[in-house]
């Protein structure tokens, strides 16, 4: 079953205006990753917060979780119009090193 | 610079013909990986590899085989192309359970 559900499926915003996607999953973590992917493109990895952090910045990024609702948030702060992409959460647990994916927020920024 | 190549960025091949799929790293990554991707579906495990002539199977192996007779290079194959796989196939490499990194893509449809 997909883990990491990222929430709203698709946003839409202005250009400077804040964004946030929201991801929620099931069973227990190690770390939980973001990633951008442009159309048709492949994807890029954005940050990752591991199971013991609560907050993490890089840039205009901001990320949280919170293990006991066991969700997190992506918070893209002053938006351009080169952040329209989809952004997907993953899940990473266990030894394998597998990160389980969600289905992707869709955001667009409108010039 | 870090890089996952993938052989082809876009492929049409025939129903029955066998496809295969070819992702390099230079990153010297023991895990290497291959999803697919399908609109309203998110990235879907197919198979990954955790070292040279390891494979695990992913959420969806069914219809795919893979190779990896070298530590830099992981192949998919479709042993017997059916349409129901016409579809985006993503090849990423990691490191541990770091971030992945991923190649540009193959769009496959099979006719």
């Known amino acids: 079953s997909q883990q990491g559900e990222e929430d709203p499926q698709a946003l839409s915003i202005q250009e400077g205006e804040n964004a946030t996607m929201n991801c929620s999953y099931k069973t227990s973590i190690n770390n939980l990753q973001w990633y951008r992917q442009n159309s048709g493109r492949g994807l890029v990895h954005l940050i990752l917060i591991r199971s013991n952090e609560r907050e993490k910045h890089s840039g205009r990024l901001r990320v949280t979780l919170d293990t006991s609702k066991k969700s997190s948030s992506l918070l893209i702060t002053a938006s351009r119009a080169a952040d329209t992409a989809s952004y997907f959460c993953?899940?990473?647990?266990?030894?394998?090193?597998?990160?389980?994916f969600g289905k992707g927020t869709l955001l667009t920024v409108n010039p | 610079d870090v890089k996952v190549t993938q052989s082809s960025r876009y492929l049409v091949k025939r129903t029955g013909e066998k496809v295969f799929l070819e992702c390099v790293q230079d990153m010297d990554h023991e895990n290497m990986f291959w999803y697919r991707q399908d609109p309203g579906l998110g990235l879907r495990l197919i198979y990954f590899s955790y070292d040279v002539k390891m494979k695990e199977k992913g959420d969806i192996p069914e219809g795919y085989s893979v190779s990896r007779e070298k530590k830099e290079r992981f192949s998919l194959i479709l042993e017997s192309a059916s349409t129901n796989q016409t579809s985006m196939y993503l090849c990423?490499?990691?490191?541990?359970?770091?971030?992945?990194?991923f190649g540009p893509g193959t769009r496959l449809t099979v006719l």
């Open positions: 990423a490499s990691s490191f541990q359970s770091n971030e992945q990194f």
């Open positions: 993953a899940k990473g647990g266990g030894s394998n090193y597998k990160l389980t």
